[in-house]
T-cell receptor, first 116, second 111 residues
Framework: DSGVTQTPKHLITATGQRVTLRCSPR?????VYWYQQSLDQGLQFLIQ???????AKGNILERFSAQQFPDLHSELNLSSLELGDSALYFC???????????????FGAGSRLTVL | QQQVKQSPQSLIVQKGGISIINCAYE??????FPWYQQFPGKGPALLIA?????SEKKEGRFTISFNKSAKQFSLHIMDSQPGDSATYFC??????????FGTGTRLQVFP
């Protein structure tokens, strides 16, 4: 167990629907990252939050949004789902600052989204 | 300039052999270079990492070699074992920025 908790583990939904993926970071970590991993693809960075504030944005579609709450958990909202959104979505956390390991990412087990 | 290029895409090694995976980067501001290991159905896990002030770091059978002038770094797995069969990702970042990952190398170690 990495200490990063992601729910749900698996999700099957239909095109046009909306889903929310949830992530609880490792205790003490302030930064949360979301990555997308499609079949046989690498890890594509979506978005990063640090202590509730958006810190960096990657190739995140406008149909996707995220936020980090005061208790530091994060949610990734995916709307108007398309077949191509089927992927593994990983959350990772890190200390997020210069406390010896600012960008040492610890990943959760992922949420597998299947859009039919 | 933000890309990290990784090769090969896949690698087959006999048990006991040496596995070598290479990565190259463009952004000279990168100051942290980790390698992650991912087993099927699991999230990536940090394997070993290096910063540019050293040219080599070894942890058990895993070694990172770092060439700052060439902007390249590589992972060497000595005495490769079937249990090492996984996908390996190199990555790079600057300061407290996000990690930029390579495209991954699928390693298969046969007995």
């Amino acid at each position: 167990d990495s200490g990063v908790t992601q729910t749900p583990k698996h999700l099957i939904t239909a095109t046009g629907q909306r889903v929310t993926l949830r992530c609880s970071p490792r205790s003490g970590d302030l930064s949360v990252y979301w990555y997308q991993q499609s079949l046989d693809q690498g890890l594509q960075f979506l978005i990063q939050y640090y202590n509730g504030e958006e810190r960096a944005k990657g190739n995140i579609l406008e149909r996707f949004s995220a936020q980090q709450f005061p208790d530091l958990h994060s949610e990734l909202n995916l709307s108007s789902l398309e077949l191509g959104d089927s992927a593994l979505y990983f959350c990772a956390s890190s200390p997020g600052d210069r406390r010896g390991g600012a960008n040492v990412l610890t990943f959760g087990a992922g949420s597998r989204l299947t859009v039919l | 300039q933000q890309q990290v290029k990784q090769s090969p895409q896949s690698l087959i090694v006999q048990k006991g052999g040496i596995s070598i995976i290479n990565c190259a980067y463009e952004n000279t501001a990168f100051d942290y270079f980790p390698w992650y290991q991912q087993f099927p159905g699991k999230g990536p896990a940090l394997l070993i990492a290096i910063r540019p002030d050293v040219s080599e770091k070894k942890e058990g059978r895993f070694t990172i070699s770092f060439n700052k002038s060439a902007k390249q770094f590589s992972l060497h797995i000595m005495d490769s074992q079937p249990g090492d069969s996984a996908t390996y990702f190199c990555a790079a970042s600057k300061d407290t920025d996000k990690l930029i990952f390579g495209t991954g190398t699928r390693l298969q170690v046969f007995p």
